[in-house]
């Protein structure tokens, strides 16, 4: 069985205005899709049978974190929801070194608990089947301790050190970083560099941190023919 309480319950009945014998799709946010239907429903609580059960449906095949340096203005917001929808299973928002903006501790928790609903609200609109972790971090530093066995992808204007991306290997799991509006620092460059990071172009035109954080994701699935 499958339990909707809460928000998702008063959805089901009051806006959607689903019944008892309606199928419904619900997902765990873990990469588990179920298509049930529903025996007992309320304002309160939606109770439904699960008649088939699927494991990553509408997910990318390669685990895909982006991690962006924080900007001025609600383009983050904007941000959180398209990479939802392209399929990130993390975001990162972290504080570069150039980036010019500097929260206390209430704005980064305000926003760390807007950023959440932005990417559910993206979820359930596109119907993936895992919800993107969103962790706010202090420096590119704690971006590197996440890689684990991820490879680091960084996107970086067109220079003698960053190559065209499409002359790497796909990678399975990807870490792709993309630095403020005032780029990298060079201590910064120098970190990915000794994390084994790879510093890539995406083209001759500067692109603002938002549009660069897409369109490094959608190169990377690319190369993997995902989009």
């Known amino acids: ?37 529903i025996v007992s429903i309320s304002f309160k609580e939606v109770v439904a049978k699960i008649q088939s ?6 997910e990318p095949q390669i685990r895909l974190a982006l991690a962006v340096g924080l900007t001025k203005g609600e383009k983050f917001d904007w941000l959180v929801e398209k990479a939802t929808e392209m399929g990130a299973t993390a ?23 807007r950023w959440p609903r932005v990417a559910l609200a993206a979820f359930k609109q596109c119907g993936r089947s895992v919800l993107p972790r969103i962790e706010v971090l202090k420096n590119l530093a704690e971006v590197i301790s996440r890689k684990k066995d991820a490879g680091i992808v960084a996107a970086h204007p067109v220079t003698e050190s960053a ?13 792709g970083v993309v630095g ?28 603002r941190t938002e549009t660069a954080g897409l ?5 990377l699935f690319f190369l993997k023919a995902e989009l």
């Open 1 to 37: 069985m499958v339990t909707l309480v809460a928000e998702e319950a008063r959805h089901a009945a009051r806006v959607l205005r689903q019944k008892k014998g309606d199928d419904i799709v619900a997902s765990d946010g873990l990469g588990k899709r179920y298509e049930a239907k």
């Open 53 to 58: 059960v699927e494991t990553g449906k509408n």
């Open 91 to 113: 975001i990162f928002p972290f504080f570069a070194r150039h980036s010019e903006i500097r929260w206390n501790a209430e704005q980064i928790a305000r926003n760390a608990a």
């Open 163 to 175: 190559t065209s991306l499409e002359r790497h290997r796909p990678l399975q799991d990807v870490i």
């Open 180 to 207: 403020p509006e005032g780029g990298f620092a060079p201590e910064e460059l120098e970190a990915i560099r000794q994390s084994g990071g790879q510093l890539v172009s995406l083209g001759p035109r500067r692109l």
């Open 215 to 219: 369109v490094l994701m959608a190169k």
